[in-house]
C-alpha cells in the first residue's frame, strides 16, 4: 500500500513549475486575494506559498496530505463543472511523498495558528501551536524530489531553467487571477522580486506589471473582444506596426480563467501574423470563455492540456478574429 502510494504519487508533481502551480491554485481555491510565493535557491532549497485564505481547519488537518484527500468535490455531477482549480486531493500527497511539506495555517475561527508537518505518506508527524496574527496559510516545501535521489540530481543540474519556467506559469496566474501575487526568488545572497501585480487590476494593468518590461513602446497592444455563439476571445494582442521581439514567450492562452496550454492556437496566430509583419511572434493575452460542460481540463496531470468541443469551430472563429483585427490596420 505505502510502495504504491509513493510510486503513483510521483507522477503527479513532475517538475518545480508543477509544484508551484498546484500550490498557488490551492491559494486560489482558498479564495485568497494575496498570494506571495518565493523561490529560494531556485526551488532547489524551499517552495514557499503564503496566503490569506480561508486556512484550514483543525477536522481536515490529517487529510491533507493524504491521497485522493480533497475538501473540494461535494459531489460525483460537480466534476461536469468543476469551479476549483483543485479536486483530486492528490497534489499535496505527492509533494509530502517526494520532499519535506509543512504546513502553517489559521482559519478566521481560530484563535491561534497551527504548524504542522507530515512524513512521505501523509501522517502527521508534528503539530505545535503558532502564533499567526493573520488568517491563511503557508505551505513549505523543502528540499524537492530529495526522496527521489535520481530526479533530485536531474533536478538541482537544470534548476535554472527550470525556475524560469516556473516563473512563466507563475506569470500566466498573475495575469488571470483576481488577487495580489508576488514572486520573489532569492539566490545566495541576492533577492529579487520577479512579479508583482495588484488585486484590483484591470488585464491591462496587469499585462503592464507582469510583462511591462518586456513589450516595447512601439508595440501597443489592443483589446479585442469577439462574442460568438459558442466562444467569446477576450484580451490583448499585438498591433501589426508594432517592434517587439522575435521570441514565442509572450503568449498565454487561457480558458475560462484557467491557464492553458494551446498550440492549437499559437501555430495559428503565428501563422497569421508572418501574412502582416515580418516579426515572428505577437504578445498575446487570450481569455476563452465557453460553456464549461464543453471543457475537458482533466487530461494531464499537469491539467494544462485542454480538449474542446469543437475545437476546430473555435480555431476557425479565431482565425477569422485575426484576420479582421490585422487585416484591418494593414488596409
Ligand atoms: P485538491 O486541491 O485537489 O483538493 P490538494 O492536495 O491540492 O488537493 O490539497 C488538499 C486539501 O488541502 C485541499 O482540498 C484543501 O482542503 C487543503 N488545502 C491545501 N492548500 C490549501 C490552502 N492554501 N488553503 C486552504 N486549504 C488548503
Ligand atoms: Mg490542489
Known sequence: EKTVHSLSTNQVVVSLAVAVKELVENALDAKADKITVTLVDNGVELIEV???????????????????????????????????????????????????????????????????????????????????????????????????????????????????????TMMSYALIANARIVVTTKNGRSMKTEIQTRAGDSLKGKIASVLGGQISKEEVIEDHLQKARIFKFNGFISKTDSGGRTSPDRQFFFVNGRPIDAPFLSRIINQEWRKVTSKKYPVVVLNIEVDQSAVDINLAPDKRTVLLQNQKHCQFRFRILLQNIWGATER
Open 50 to 168: 503564503k496566503d490569506n485564505g480561508s486556512g484550514i481547519s483543525a477536522d481536515n488537518y490529517d487529510k491533507i496530505a493524504m491521497r485522493h484527500a480533497t475538501s473540494k468535490l461535494q459531489e460525483f455531477d460537480d466534476l461536469e463543472a468543476i469551479g476549483t482549480f483543485g479536486f483530486r486531493g492528490e497534489a499535496l500527497a505527492a509533494l509530502g511523498a517526494i520532499s519535506t511539506l509543512k504546513v502553517f495555517t489559521k482559519t478566521a475561527d481560530d484563535e491561534i495558528g497551527s504548524a504542522l508537518e507530515f512524513d512521505q505518506y501523509g501522517a502527521i508527524t508534528s503539530h505545535m501551536i503558532k502564533a499567526q496574527s493573520s488568517n491563511g496559510t503557508i505551505i513549505r516545501v523543502e528540499n524537492l524530489f530529495h526522496r527521489i535521489p535520481v530526479r533530485r540530481t536531474v533536478f538541482k543540474q537544470n534548476a535554472k531553467r527550470e525556475a524560469q519556467r516556473a516563473l512563466a
